[in-house]
């Protein structure tokens, strides 16, 4: 649609509901003063078809100017582009910064195996975004995943607890500003050039199950006084077993800006498994341009998120489509804005992915 019909239309109904609304206040003003006056429906109606009118005419006015413009602008090889600037906002490993805080979590790794050699049913290894090449330069942490045996502690509460307490207390790093406890994990903040960066240490007890050697239960830290603490069911090898190609850890990168710049309440676990149902759903005819594979996401994104289940491979009672309505409503007209952009304007993929 052209902005001058799609201003145009917004500016009358604007431009109606203000006139309309102004005047019923002049007049109901009017009445209280002198109660002799009486509504008059026939002003009402007429001041709603001026704005109307006016409202349509300045709509269609500023539509017009955008129209004009639109058609002048040249096209862009947006595919390219989009290649260069995702290359720019994914982190780099040789980053400095990042290769401060991966220092750190080596560190924090030898005093976990030191500690709790005894008590460890396999390596203690990394996951998440950093190590599957989809983490954005302005925006990471590192993810560490520790498993402790079956008859480690009593409970994942208590593991839970005394990794926090041996961290806060045993370990030391002058970076160091914060040990708190989180909803499934325990974070250490440290302050590199003035900016805070977060490393997240996930301990997970294996459950006692005959040649089991990677599902277990983490600990639920809920926080609140409204609901109980508990635990949930895991498998760290299966979350590590979704492999994304190239192009699509790409398309992630993109999505994942995306929604940090433009507020999409959607997480970056959900985003990776519908680009991988999406995929699914598409086969044979996912496009070859790139631009056109970023929009066939964005696509099946709206479409799916209010009807179709995706559920958390880990744990099958972890259904990540499970979010708020108003959430969903968010991320739809988030998808239905690029979509829109885009059919009047290609060139307009790069204000939301670059």
């Given at each position: ?8 239309k ?15 206040i ?12 009486k ?11 001026k ?31 989009l ?23 080596e ?10 050699s005894?008590?460890l049913?396999?390596s ?12 954005l330069?302005?925006?990471?942490d ?17 593991m ?8 806060k ?6 970076d ?12 250490l ?7 805070k ?8 007890k ?14 639920v ?22 492999i994304?190609?190239?192009i699509q850890?790409?398309i ?8 940090l ?16 149902d ?17 929009l ?7 479409d ?6 995706i ?29 829109d952009e885009?059919?009047y ?5 790069l204000?939301?992915?670059?």
């Amino acid at each position: 649609m052209s902005k001058t019909i799609k201003y145009g239309k917004n500016g009358a109904l604007v431009g109606g509901l203000s006139f309309i609304i102004y005047n019923a206040i002049s007049q109901l003003v009017k009445m209280k003063e002198d109660h002799t006056i009486k509504f008059d429906w026939g002003e009402l109606l007429t001041q709603g078809v001026k704005g109307t009118v006016l409202g349509a005419g300045a709509g269609a006015a500023i539509g017009g100017i955008k129209d004009i413009n639109n058609s002048f602008e040249e096209p862009e090889n947006t595919s390219s582009v989009l290649h260069i600037a995702i290359s720019n906002m994914r982190l780099n490993k040789s980053d400095r910064t990042y290769k401060s805080l991966s220092e750190k979590a080596e560190k924090i790794t030898y005093c976990i195996d030191c500690h709790y050699s005894e008590k460890l049913a396999g390596s203690i290894v990394r996951i998440g975004s950093t190590e599957e090449n989809t983490a954005l330069a302005d925006d990471f942490d590192i993810d560490i995943s520790v498993p402790f045996n079956p008859n480690s502690f009593r409970s994942t509460e208590q593991m839970f607890d005394d990794l926090y307490y041996h961290l806060k207390y045993n370990f030391y790093d002058p970076d160091l500003i914060e040990v708190r406890t989180q909803r499934k994990s325990v974070g250490l903040i440290f302050n590199l050039n003035g900016e805070k960066y977060k490393i997240d240490v996930v301990p997970y007890k294996i459950s006692a199950k005959k040649g089991n050697k990677t599902s277990g239960y983490l600990f639920v830290n809920n926080n609140s006084a409204f609901q109980k603490d508990s635990f949930t069911k895991t498998d760290i090898n299966k979350l590590k077993g979704i492999i994304l190609s190239p192009i699509q850890q790409k398309i992630l990168v993109a999505i994942k800006s995306w929604k940090l710049n433009f507020n999409v309440p959607i997480s970056s676990h959900l985003v990776k498994l519908l680009i991988l149902d999406a995929y699914e759903v598409n086969r044979g005819k996912i496009p070859q341009d790139f631009t056109k594979k970023l929009l066939t996401i964005v696509r099946h994104i709206r479409d799916e998120i209010n009807f179709k289940k995706i559920v958390s491979v880990e744990n099958t009672n972890n259904v990540l489509t499970d979010i708020s309505e108003s959430k969903k409503a968010k991320i739809t007209k988030a998808c239905d804005r690029v979509l829109d952009e885009y059919d009047y304007q290609p060139n307009s993929i790069l204000h939301f992915f670059s």
